[in-house]
Antibody, heavy 115, light 107 residues
Framework: QVQLVQSGAEVKKPGASVKVSCKAS????????VSWVRQAPGRGLEWMGW????????NYAQNFRGRVTMTTDTSTSTAYMELGSLRSDDTAVYYC????????WGQGTLVTVSS | DIQMTQSPSTLSASVGDRVTLTCRAS??????LAWYQQKPGKAPKVLIF???SLQSGVPSRFSGSGSGTDFTLTISSLQPDDFATYYC?????????FGPGTKVEIK
């Protein structure tokens, strides 16, 4: 069965970077792109960007351009999202999701940014 | 960027009610719209894609309609498991954008 398993919770200081992983199983990562979506506490869903797993093309939301990097490693079926220059308002649960309309989601990774 | 709005922001309903949630896009997105259900502390779950296609495994009481700029999600007979927040997503163009959500709560 299709599964996306994300890395564990992180606590970071302002100005630092965080790298979240998303390991895919039950399908071939290179056959589908991966979106990253975040949700701040008590808030709605925010689309961060997309990576095409077969050619690594990316498309990032304006809010994150220059701070976010999305990559994939097809040899390990893992997608990554790295967010830099962290601020307190980056505290959120970060999700990866499969494909054009996000038919499968990871369980989420809580990233807390606090001094 | 395409802006998505949803109404109402909160809906109070009873088990067995027929409920209709609305999502509107700021410009035409054809049928490139998905609906998600999210419960507290859980990842979203896709219900509908391409505006009206029911995702495999989703109960048939959920249905979607619309095209262009106006879309609806209908739950034909609300069940206890359906109390949650519902989001729409346009995937017609980049950046993808979510609506702000509709919370369906118990009346």
């Amino acid at each position: 069965q299709v599964q996306l398993v994300q890395s564990g919770a992180e606590v970071k200081k302002p100005g630092a970077s965080v790298k979240v992983s998303c390991k895919a199983s039950g399908y071939t990562l290179s056959s589908y792109g991966v979106s990253w979506v975040r949700q701040a506490p008590g808030r709605g869903l925010e689309w961060m960007g997309w990576i095409s797993a077969n050619n690594a093309n990316t498309n990032y939301a304006q809010n994150f351009r220059g701070r976010v990097t999305m990559t994939t490693d097809t040899s390990t079926s893992t997608a990554y999202m790295e967010l830099g220059s962290l601020r307190s308002d980056d505290t959120a649960v970060y999700y990866c999701a499969r494909g054009t309309y996000n038919d499968f989601w990871g369980q989420g990774t809580l990233v807390t940014v606090s001094s | 960027d395409i802006q998505m709005t949803q109404s109402p922001s909160t809906l109070s309903a009873s088990v067995g009610d027929r409920v209709t949630l609305t999502c509107r896009a700021s410009q035409s997105i054809s049928s490139w719209l998905a609906w998600y259900q999210q419960k507290p502390g859980k990842a979203p779950k896709v219900l509908i894609f391409q505006a009206s296609s029911l995702q495999s495994g989703v109960p048939s009481r959920f249905s979607g309609s619309g095209s262009g700029t106006d879309f609806t999600l209908t739950i034909s007979s609300l069940q206890p498991d359906d109390f949650a927040t519902y989001y729409c997503l346009q995937y017609s163009s980049y950046p993808r954008t979510f609506g702000p959500g509709t919370k369906v709560e118990i009346k």
